[in-house]
């Protein structure tokens, strides 16, 4: 059980530039979810999945897509990336509705854009 | 949406003291609060939980209390250790976002020997 995967781990970019930040769970997971990290913000919710082709907004969407063809991955697009953007992203999943209701997190990419 | 406020964002305390962090939550519909434990450069990993039927749950050294009246809950350290320095967020698993889990925005805990 790999759990929760991500990659990459670290990343550059230029502003302008697009990437997918790809996540994968090997749990069954009906939910997926995206948060961003930044110094003294907590962890604010990008995007959620409730299950495969289903996504919605979350808190700070703005810049970011989100597609879940599969219950297993869950990618994020960043079209035009901006140094606003700069943080460390986490990907996690969880049941959607049955328990235990544990939100599984992985290991975090982090992403710079100068 | 759900607002989670937690206090305090700094805590210094030496070994072997107590420590406890405080949250309180805006929705009424939350009915599950984990609290998740994030060392220097790893993913947020939780540490003990408690659904809104409970009003107290222990694991060993941590313990975590549930006020649903004053939609406030806490998390106890006792006999603190140098590995319990970290980043601790609380969350409440609120009715938007699908039921997201929306987050404190963390306290960090530092344990002097």
Partial sequence: NAGVTQTPKFQVLKTGQSMTLQCAQDMNHEYMSWYRQDPGMGLRLIHYSVGAGITDQG?????????????????????????????????????RDRGPYEQYFGPGTRLTVT | GENVEQHPSTLSVQEGDSAVIKCTYSDSASNYFPWYKQELGKRPQLII?????????????????????????????????????????????????????????????????
């Fill in chain 2, 49 to 113: 939980d408690i659904r809104s039927n409970v009003g107290e749950k222990k694991d060993q050294r941590i313990a975590v209390t549930l006020n649903k009246t004053a939609k406030h809950f806490s998390l106890h350290i006792t006999e603190t250790q140098p590995e319990d320095s970290a980043v601790y967020f609380c969350a409440s698993r609120g009715s938007n976002s699908g039921y997201a889990l929306n987050f404190g925005k963390g306290t960090s805990l530092l344990v002097t020997p």
């Fill in chain 1, 59 to 95: 808190e700070v969407p703005n810049g970011y897509n989100v597609s879940r063809s599969t219950t297993e991955d869950f990618p994020l697009r960043l079209l035009s990336a901006a140094p606003s953007q700069t943080s460390v992203y986490f990907c996690a999943s969880r049941f």
